[in-house]
């Protein structure tokens, strides 16, 4: 079984631009979540979803954003980026019901903002 | 808020050893509690877990333990390996999952 996916690895941006990540999870795995690792901060939790809904979401500013399409595939959206922004985005999917937060991740998107 | 405090930060021990990670959440309402492994350029890999109704749980030279009362849980690997190498995270989930910090594990040859 293929596990989550996460494209593009690596990005490269400019403060006050924005990126798109990409998650693909395992297949059947229907909740995916978001977290920010920095080295300072370790996992921070964005934002949870299952069925397109938004489930759960942590303390981060409104530039950051996320959806879930049909096929459980998530993105997620920082707007207006700025230098600490700088961090590896990972993607983690998980099952439903007492499995939600057996949750395996996928390699990350590393962004770097200058 | 709810806290998960983990430690040491690092740890250090000589190939074939035993290590111990420690945690301490603070949420009453966590009843799963996995650990996570991330190797360099790695997403962290989920390698053991233990729910609120268990005490212990084995696999191969891996185990963790749970003290409820205390809220407190570890994770022991024997006969530590060079491939033991790696960043280790422990989190405590109920309503939400909260991780610790990480513990960076070297094996000295």
């Known amino acids: 079984k293929a596990g989550v996916t996460q494209t593009p690895r690596y990005l490269i941006k400019t403060r006050g631009q924005q990126v798109t990540l990409s998650c693909s999870p395992i297949?059947?795995?229907?909740?995916v979540s978001w977290y920010q690792q920095t080295p300072g901060q370790g996992l921070q939790f964005l934002f949870e979803?299952?069925?397109?809904?938004?489930?759960n979401k942590g303390n981060f500013p409104g530039r950051f954003s996320g959806r879930q399409f049909s096929n459980s595939r998530s993105e997620m959206n920082v707007s207006t980026l700025e230098l600490g922004d700088s961090a590896l985005y990972l993607c983690?999917?998980?099952?439903?019901?007492?499995?939600?937060?057996?949750?395996?991740f996928g390699p990350g998107t590393r962004l770097t903002v200058t | 808020g709810e806290n998960v405090e983990q430690h040491p930060s690092t740890l250090s021990v000589q190939e074939g050893d035993s290590a111990v990670i420690k945690c301490t959440y603070s949420?009453?309402?966590?009843?799963?509690f996995p650990w996570y492994k991330q190797e360099l350029g790695k997403g962290p890999q989920l390698i053991i877990d233990?729910?609120?109704?268990?005490g212990e749980k084995k696999d191969q030279r891996i185990a963790v333990t749970l003290n409820k009362t205390a809220k407190h849980f570890s994770l022991h690997i024997t006969e530590t390996q060079p491939e033991d190498s790696a960043v280790y995270f422990c989190?405590?989930?109920?309503?939400?999952?909260?991780f610790g910090k990480g513990t960076r594990l070297h094996i000295l040859p």
């Open positions: 983690a999917s998980s099952l439903v019901g007492d499995r939600r937060y057996e949750q395996y």
């Open positions: 297949s059947g795995h229907r909740s």
């Open positions: 979803y299952f069925s397109e809904t938004q489930r």
């Open positions: 949420d009453s309402a966590s009843n799963y």
């Open positions: 233990i729910r609120s109704n268990v």
């Open positions: 989190a405590a989930a109920g309503d939400k999952i909260i």
